[in-house]
T-cell receptor
Framework: DTEVTQTPKHLVMGMTNKKSLKCEQHMGHRAMYWYKQKAKKPPELMFVYSYEKLSINESVPSRFSPECPNSSLLNLHLHALQPEDSALYLC?????????????FGQGTRLTVV | GEDVEQSLFLSVREGDSSVINCTYT??????LYWYKQEPGAGLQLLTYIFSNMDMKQDQRLTVLLNKKDKHLSLRIADTQTGDSAIYFCAESNAGKSTFGDGTTLTVKP
């Protein structure tokens, strides 16, 4: 199983809603990542978890709250988002942070904030 | 900070070779990657090269690295219509990846 599974595939939420994005992998990877990708732009790193601990936070606003409940799961909790937060949110995982960090990406959650 | 640059568009005919170029600024990058992204999909790692290598070949893909000039290229031999996608160059250091803006490759039959 070399898949990273993200749910939901599409999400429309209002600015006052609270929602969560979920990511799951069963490859035994110990590093997991959240990226944000706007249309026609490259992915931008948001968060990196290594061995279930937050390793990198790229100065992401607090309305995005990551959580890594166990080594297979990564969540991104969303609250009070703005329309400009609409984007494709990609989850990725890799064996760890050292060596060849071959990252496997999920298909993404396309988020629209209205 | 780190910067990765690519040309935005490339158009080739089916069967020709495609060459996508990338320049980067971070000399401490350990690995350099090429990803492919098809419309509506996530990123697929195509190949990578360690920073102390000059060349890597993997079936139709050839990666060339000029570390002195911080220049990376991806050559796709016998390009097919299924190769049409956006190709991202990325550099990585300790888990932190920086991506270029992506090159949109269009393959005409």
């Amino acid at each position: 199983d070399t898949e990273v599974t993200q749910t939901p595939k599409h999400l429309v939420m209002g600015m006052t809603n609270k929602k969560s994005l979920k990511c799951e992998q069963h490859m035994g990877h110990r590093a997991m990542y959240w990226y944000k990708q706007k249309a026609k732009k490259p992915p931008e790193l948001m968060f990196v978890y290594s061995y279930e601990k937050l390793s990198i936070n790229e100065s992401v606003p607090s309305r995005f709250s990551p959580e890594c409940p166990n080594s297979s799961l990564l969540n991104l909790h969303l609250h009070a988002l703005q329309p400009e937060d609409s984007a494709l949110y990609l989850c990725a995982s890799s064996q760890d942070l050292g060596g060849v960090t071959e990252a496997f990406f999920g298909q993404g959650t396309r988020l629209t904030v209205v | 900070g780190e910067d990765v640059e690519q040309s935005l568009f490339l158009s080739v005919r089916e069967g020709d070779s495609s060459v996508i170029n990338c320049t980067y600024t971070d000399s401490s990058s350990t690995y350099l990657y090429w990803y492919k992204q098809e419309p509506g999909a996530g990123l697929q790692l195509l190949t990578y090269i360690f920073s102390n290598m000059d060349m890597k070949q993997d079936q139709r893909l050839t990666v060339l690295l000029n570390k002195k000039d911080k220049h990376l290229s991806l050559r796709i031999a016998d390009t097919q219509t299924g190769d049409s996608a956006i190709y991202f160059c990325a550099e990585s250091n300790a888990g932190k990846s920086t991506f270029g803006d992506g090159t949109t490759l269009t393959v005409k039959p």
